[in-house]
């Protein structure tokens, strides 16, 4: 296996073996990374799996070599959305950063009642597409090779109405979380993780930085998502939803 300190290129697939031009948004980083005709580096689309490759032709007309596929993955066994009221500026771009490295399968930024940050429209896909590419920075850099992906920013409620399980509360429980400051009324993370089986798909909300409004409180809950609480500091909107991701590797096999 492709040692995961070598270069590692994300290009749009499907790819296969043989040589490949690459983009040139991927020259200049080839360029970045001062790499040479010869050099190893390791490919991948996305899609699955990695493909140890070597630079055949040096920049600006950069070419690889793309070796032959393996079917490695370095995924959280839980597959794992993250559902968050916007923090402002440059800390929705951590946030994507991080949630990355962690594992998060899916992240779904949210206008809330009390949400700083207010995009739609065309300003809100730019901010998507921006913070996907984020995403795909972060896979390059720590060896994902499946690209979480980072969907348009919606308002809360309407996301909630879209939920399948949203309004009865039944497909819902158990694995919708609600992260809640620890002030008595939320589960301790450790009891609710306890009564967790397998690799179940989670979904996780959690508030922006003024918190969310009790009406936003309970709809959630009342479309089946429990109140977890990881401890009585109060976290910023970025550190909570990444704390709980933190918190979920560690109950995962390491390996
Ligand atoms: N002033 C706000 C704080 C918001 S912090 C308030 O009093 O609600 C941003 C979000 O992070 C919160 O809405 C909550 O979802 C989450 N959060 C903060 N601290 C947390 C903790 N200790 N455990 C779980 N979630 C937490």
């Not at 749009?12 to 040479?36: M, N, T, Y």
């Not at 070419?63 to 440059?90: D, S, Y």
Request: net charge negative; hydrophobic share 50%.
């Amino acid at each position: 296996m492709a040692s995961l300190y070598m270069a590692r290129l994300f290009l749009p697939g499907p790819l296969s073996a043989g040589s490949l031009d690459l983009p040139r948004d991927v020259v200049r980083h080839v360029q970045a990374l001062r790499l040479c005709v010869g050099d190893d580096l390791t490919v991948f689309d996305g899609l699955g799996g990695e493909w140890p490759s070597v630079l055949v032709s040096p920049p600006p007309a950069a070419r690889v070599e793309l070796l032959r596929h393996v079917a490695v993955e370095r995924e959280l066994p839980t597959h794992v959305t993250l559902a968050v009221g916007m923090p402002a500026n440059e800390r929705m771009d951590w946030l994507a950063e991080k949630a990355t490295e962690l594992g998060a399968a899916q992240v779904q930024p949210l206008v809330t009642a009390r949400s700083v940050l207010r995009l739609d429209g065309e300003r809100a896909a730019r901010r998507a597409a921006h913070w996907q590419a984020v995403a795909q920075a972060a896979c390059e850099q720590c060896g994902r090779n499946r690209l979480p992906h980072i969907a348009v920013p919606t308002r809360l409620d309407a996301w909630l109405a879209g939920l399948p399980a949203a309004g009865d509360g039944s497909g819902a429980a158990g694995r919708c979380l609600l992260a809640a400051p620890g002030d008595g009324h939320a589960l301790p993370f450790a009891t609710w993780a306890a009564g967790l089986t397998g690799s179940q798909n989670l979904l996780a909300l959690s508030g922006p930085e003024g918190g969310l409004g009790p009406d936003e409180i309970a709809w959630a809950q009342s479309a089946g998502f429990v109140a977890v609480s990881l401890g009585p500091r109060v976290l910023r909107a970025e550190t909570a939803p990444l704390a709980l991701l933190a918190a979920l590797t560690a109950r995962a096999p390491l390996d």
